[in-house]
């Protein structure tokens, strides 16, 4: 069955990193643009990263630009997302979203939490 699996969470200080991943089965991965989402308490989910199919041309959100890179390897079906200079209003659970444009059939993860405290 598809499964999209994050990883890499966790609670770190403002002006800190982390690296997010997401491990794809049971769909083929090359066929579908990949994104990290997020949401806050209270808020909707929002875009924050995307990279197509063969990688590539990247997208970002303009609160994110300059601070976090998305990346993919087609050959272990992985996404991740390195995240820099965390700020307290990044806190979010952050999903990974894969969706092929053919025909937009799209798979959600299970979200994974980031908290940016001190």
């Keep these: 069955q598809v499964q999209l699996v994050e990883s890499g969470g966790g609670l770190v200080q403002p002006g800190g990193s982390l690296r997010l991943s997401c491990a794809a089965s049971g769909f083929t991965f090359s066929m579908y643009a990949m994104s990290w989402y997020r949401q806050a ?15 590539g041309s990247t997208n970002y959100a303009d609160f994110v630009k300059g601070r ?25 659970v952050y999903y990974c979203n894969a969706r092929r444009i053919i025909d937009l059939r799209t798979y959600w993860g299970q979200g994974t939490q980031v908290t940016v405290s001190s």
């Design 41 to 55: 308490p209270g808020k909707e989910r929002e875009l924050v990263a995307r990279i197509p199919s063969a990688g």
């Design 68 to 92: 976090f890179t998305i990346s993919r390897d087609n050959d272990k079906n992985t996404v991740n997302l390195q995240m820099n200079s965390l700020k307290p209003e990044d806190t979010a």
